[in-house]
């Protein structure tokens, strides 16, 4: 009857346990996205000193030169590509995986202005303006947003990857979902608002339209709900372990009681 017992005790702690984080892999990712990311700025330091651009944020900041914008969109999606398919190396569940992939483009995008600024000396501050992407139209906002979001993917990566309960695979609801994909609608059209009111007078104005303005509160708005995931995600994941630990106490406290 003891060993049945003790067999139940420990059955009890396999269902509560928690995957031990594996910083190792954490760091590889983030690595490999390091990594990516000197080639990133290093070929965009390249372009921009042929174009002399190395500040975006000038008249005529997007000209046409030769061919380089029909090898330019397919290396920006190639990119995107090789981030998700580290982290789909990288993780052994889907949502680890999703985990990964969003630490890889997070931490790219970070090391993207770092190394820019020590190649180039650009960008001069976090307010700068910068082209931050062509698809389907070019992206302006000053590099202080996509930092802010990289480190919200970063944040929900880390726990989406790191920490995985045996008992249950952690994720949060529709409805978190659903506000994320709202706060990430919105936070596109704040980087393309300017291009979008351009787009009726044709290609040439896209391409020279210089942004003035940025709407701050409508970006806070789009990052507070960017952020579900990151909240729901931090608050099952304490939940999950508070439970843990207090049924592995109980269990402890039971067993002891009976072995007295």
Not at 15 to 25: E, G, S, Y
Not at 169 to 182: F, I, K
Request: charged letters at 15%.
């Amino acid at each position: 009857m003891v060993e049945n017992i003790r067999s139940g005790f420990s059955a009890g702690k396999m269902k509560t346990a928690i995957h031990k984080p594996d910083w190792n892999r954490w760091w590889l990712v983030v690595t490999y996205a390091a990594a990516m990311a000197w080639v990133e700025s290093a070929v965009v330091f390249y372009l921009r000193s042929m174009m002399h651009r190395i500040e975006p944020y000038q008249a005529y900041p997007l000209p046409v030169i030769g061919g380089f914008a029909s090898a330019e969109l397919p290396r920006e999606f190639a990119t995107l590509v090789m981030l998700f398919a580290v982290g789909a190396l990288a993780g052994r569940t889907w949502r680890a995986r999703l985990g990964y992939s969003a630490i890889a483009f997070g931490a790219w995008d970070i090391f993207y202005y770092v190394f820019l600024k020590i190649i180039c000396g650009w960008p001069h501050s976090l307010l700068d303006w910068d082209v931050l992407f062509l698809l389907p139209l070019p992206w302006w906002g000053p590099v202080l947003a996509p930092v802010l979001i990289s480190l919200l993917l970063i944040c929900w990566g880390t726990l989406a990857s790191q920490f995985e309960s045996v008992r249950s695979v952690l994720a949060p609801g529709r409805y978190v979902w659903l506000l994320s994909v709202a706060g990430a609608t919105l936070a596109l059209y704040v980087f393309m608002a300017d291009e979008l009111a351009a787009s009726p007078r044709g290609m040439d104005a896209i391409r020279t339209i210089l942004p003035v303005t940025f709407d701050w509160p409508l970006f806070s708005l789009a990052l507070m709900l960017i952020s579900a995931p990151v909240v729901a995600t931090g608050w099952e994941i304490w939940s999950q372990r508070n439970a843990s630990i207090a049924a592995q106490t109980a269990e402890e406290s039971n067993h002891s009681q009976f072995s007295a």
